[in-house]
């Protein structure tokens, strides 16, 4: 079976990298472990949810998955308040002051990727071929074959990984990758809350991490991102609920009032990685196959369609679809960025876990300071955005 491009992997980037190259008229195979079903408009929360910035929705939008999200469910968030627990800083980012109507989206992943399925249909010359295993990538001079576990063999000029952290593709071509184990785990679950959300993404900084309640479609649930230090994220994950939603309340300094309700409880090894390169004959990694980085600004996946954008542009028209002059491109428009971004997220990691008092003074001083300068904290706003 002959295609232009196999795609490793159907998660969010992979599904909008295939849509993008489906607008080219590219034969696109997409290939994924495992089907994800659909969200019923009643059905509970999805556990994983993103952030989804300005930038990203347009991308969404120009390959006709947007309004399959909205269709679904999702929640714009107008207004983010920032503080520190440790003094009195405090930061907030109000969207009617910057223009705008919101600031960004919360998305359960598994909407975006039902979504983006749903988009995908539009795409005849693009096949998502799920559940598949593969079970042997070979690579000659001009072609890849990915064998599958059906027995089918995938001919194709260029092998595209978007399959995660723990990419199969990145570890059989032996790229490079460098690591860096936070010793963090990120514990997360949907909560009810006594107080409504405001369409507010609230986020706490504590010495031990931050913790984020993001608002979810229904006005009293959120979606919380608890950072915290392995040992003590397995030891709340077990607690029973009394507990666990008393000390959340606690950690949200009562914002929300009470935590009414605690869905299930589930948690994340945060560890940054980046590939040293991105790119080889005849392959490319795009999202968290090429880095991961903190999700303290959850900007994870936003990385990644920026990534499904730029190897999209750097294919646009090339003759060697494989060939390192086209794929090249791509890797020098996203390594520097991806790098600044996460080596961003490591300086506000060390700056809020630092618990010595000048370092608190400062960012308390710092984050006020910062909330006085509204031609600066909108430049930074609108950057986060992706304006
Ligand atoms: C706690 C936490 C909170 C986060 N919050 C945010 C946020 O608010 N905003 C944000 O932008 N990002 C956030 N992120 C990061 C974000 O979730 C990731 O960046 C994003 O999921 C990456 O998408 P992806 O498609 O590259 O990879 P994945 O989502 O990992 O998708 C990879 C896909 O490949 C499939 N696959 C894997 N191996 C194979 C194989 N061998 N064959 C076939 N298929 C395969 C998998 O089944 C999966 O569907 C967060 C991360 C964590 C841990």
Redesign the pocket.
């Known amino acids: 079976m002959q295609y232009d491009i196999v795609i ?8 909008a990298l295939a849509a993008l190259l489906g607008q080219q008229d590219r034969r696109v195979a997409v ?4 089907c ?1 079903v659909d969200i019923a408009p009643d059905a509970d929360f999805d556990l ?6 300005r930038v ?1 929705q347009r991308l969404l939008a120009s390959i006709g998955a947007w309004d399959k999200v909205l269709k679904r469910r999702a929640c714009a968030y107008e207004t983010m308040v920032v503080w520190d627990s440790t003094g009195d800083g405090k930061i907030s980012f109000k969207a009617a002051e910057l223009g705008e109507p919101d600031l960004g989206h ?1 998305v359960e ?1 598994r909407v975006l ?1 039902a979504a983006l399925q749903e988009a995908l249909k539009d795409y005849p010359t693009v096949e998502l071929c799920c559940p ?3 079970t042997q990538i070979q690579r000659s001079a001009d072609s890849i074959q990915v064998h599958l576990g059906d027995e089918r063999i995938l001919n194709t000029a260029l092998l595209v990984g ?8 990145r570890e059989w071509a032996g790229f490079t990758l460098t690591t860096e184990d936070y010793g963090q785990q ?1 514990l ?1 679950c949907t909560v009810q809350t006594s107080l409504p959300h405001q369409a507010t993404a609230w986020q706490r900084f504590m010495p031990t991490g931050p913790l984020a309640f ?1 608002p979810l479609s229904k006005p009293d649930f959120s979606s919380i ?1 608890w950072t915290l230090p392995a040992d003590k994220a397995d030891e709340l994950r077990s607690w029973e609920g009394v507990r666990f939603k008393q000390a959340l309340a606690d950690a949200l300094d009562y914002q929300l009032g009470d935590i009414l309700h605690c869905g299930v409880r589930a948690s ?1 090894p ?1 560890r940054g990685q980046h590939s040293q390169t991105y790119v080889q004959e005849r392959i490319a990694l ?4 090429a880095h ?2 903190h ?1 303290l600004a ?7 369609f920026k990534d499904a954008l730029a190897l999209a542009e750097s294919l646009l028209g090339a003759r060697d679809l494989g060939g390192l002059r086209a794929l090249r491109g791509y890797e020098r428009a996203r390594r520097g960025d991806n790098q600044l971004t996460q080596k961003a997220m490591e300086g506000f990691k060390l700056l809020f876990g630092n618990d010595l008092t000048p370092w608190q003074v400062l960012r308390n001083q710092g984050l006020n300071a910062l909330n006085q300068l509204p031609a600066f904290k909108y430049r930074l706003a609108r950057q986060a955005m992706g304006l």
Request: charged content about 10%; aromatic content about 4%.
């Open positions: 490793a992997g159907g998660g969010m980037v992979g599904l290939l994924e472990s495992i994800p994983r949810v993103s952030a989804i910035s990203s919360i992943n990727q598949v295993r593969i978007a399959d995660g952290a723990r990419s199969y593709v990120g997360v993001l991102v994340f945060l795009v999202g968290d196959a991961t980085i999700p959850g900007q994870g996946v936003n990385l990644g």
